[in-house]
């Protein structure tokens, strides 16, 4: 009894924290005795009552070695699994199945495609094990309900039936939902867990043409025409202030935004990264920490998109699982912070500043070694840079 009392607390404090820093922010102040959580590595914090949950009713697993790496990305296949495992009309015996050969998840994108959901590694084995961002979650959720909605529609869903709040506190914007930031293994219980008490969802104030979906019924999008619904930035201010919430205008000061982003968590995903925002994130000061006034030739260059990405993955791999230097929860890369020094030449040398943990500055030296695009060597720069 003492167990679900704390578990339905938790649950209110937390509403809609899978997407929201402030509430995310909240829970960690918030001290909750919980005994024996079902992984090794799953402490005490704001997600353990979901994780919990979760995994007691079997929609989650852990590793072979009793992990469950809250942190970590959750993969398109895996959110296939725990939405399949969820819903009450999947066939368990189905979705359960394993063939030689093919993706362990196979059997389940065999079972949701009866329902149309916006999956894309239906067929392509390297989606499926690529990370899911919030945006595809969106379009997903509002199709399992019976919504064909496309991003845009599917974030102001989202916001309108209260199943986001966004990642910056104190707005209700498009950019501010941050659609191309993955979600994690640990955020993904939290929405679950959520999403198990909504009742019928809306879309502008209708219901989907084919009913209401109960919180754990897939109803899909099958017959169901895409939404011609343009949905404008007005709109998204007109919701935010029916919420309670006014939503700051375009052009708004730099140093409030700055202040915003220092108080919500730092700099989590490129989304954030506004122009104004890089500028200041290059005027922080050397770009290795050897250099005591900056690095001495060169300057903040262009890339190529497809190079970019290379480094990026690279970058972003050796931060996570690589080094002992750092214990990265978000890595952020952007192709406006990447720096070399003598452009053209044999000597020429590559950087990026890169954001670890919302807060600090790092730089990458990466090169290509004949083979691969790689981290040469990686070192922090700022220790916090809103301070």
């Known amino acids: 009894m003492f167990k679900k009392s704390i578990s339905v607390l938790l649950a209110v404090l937390l509403f809609l924290s899978i997407f929201s820093v402030s509430a995310i922010a909240q829970a960690k102040e918030f001290d909750v005795i919980f005994l024996n959580p079902p992984f090794s590595d799953v402490d005490l914090y704001w997600a353990t009552s979901a994780i919990t949950w979760a995994s007691e009713e079997g929609i989650v697993e852990g590793f072979p070695d009793g992990t469950f790496k809250p942190f970590q990305n959750v993969t398109e296949a895996e959110f296939a699994a725990i939405l399949a495992r969820y819903a009450k009309n ?36 390297k989606i499926k094990d690529s990370a899911i961002t919030r945006g595809q979650v969106a379009r997903i959720v509002a199709a399992k309900n019976g919504f064909n909605l496309d991003e845009r529609q599917a974030i102001y869903y989202m916001y309108e039936n209260d199943l986001s709040s966004g990642m910056i506190p104190g707005r209700l914007t498009f950019e501010s939902y941050e659609k191309d930031k993955p979600l994690q293994r640990d955020q993904v219980t939290q929405f679950i867990m959520l999403l198990n008490d909504k009742g019928i969802t809306t879309f502008m104030g209708k219901p989907s043409e084919k009913g209401g979906a109960e919180a754990n019924e897939i109803i899909g999008i099958v017959d169901v025409p895409k939404d011609t619904t343009v949905i404008t930035d007005e709109m998204f201010d007109e919701l935010a202030e029916d919420k309670g919430i006014e939503n700051p205008p375009k052009s708004e000061n730099v140093d409030e935004l700055w202040e915003s982003l220092d108080k919500s968590g730092g700099i989590t995903s490129e989304s954030q990264l506004t122009p104004e925002i890089i500028q200041k994130i290059k005027d922080l000061g050397p770009m290795e920490s050897r250099f005591p006034e900056g690095t001495p030739v060169g300057g903040w260059a262009v890339i190529d998109d497809d190079l970019f990405e290379k480094y990026k993955a690279s970058i972003e791999d050796y931060l996570f699982n690589k080094t002992s230097q750092v214990d990265a929860k978000s890595v952020v890369v952007c192709k406006d912070l990447y720096w070399e020094t003598k452009p053209g030449q044999s000597t020429n040398r590559h950087y990026f500043r890169v954001i670890v943990n919302g807060r600090e500055a790092w730089y990458a030296t990466v090169g290509f070694t004949g083979k691969e695009y790689k981290v040469l060597d990686v070192g922090r720069g700022v220790l916090d840079i809103f301070n």
């Open 90 to 125: 999947t066939d368990k015996d189905r979705i359960n199945q394993k063939e030689e050969g093919k993706h362990w998840a196979q059997a389940i994108y065999d079972e949701l495609i009866k329902w149309q959901l916006p999956f894309n590694g239906y067929t392509n084995d």
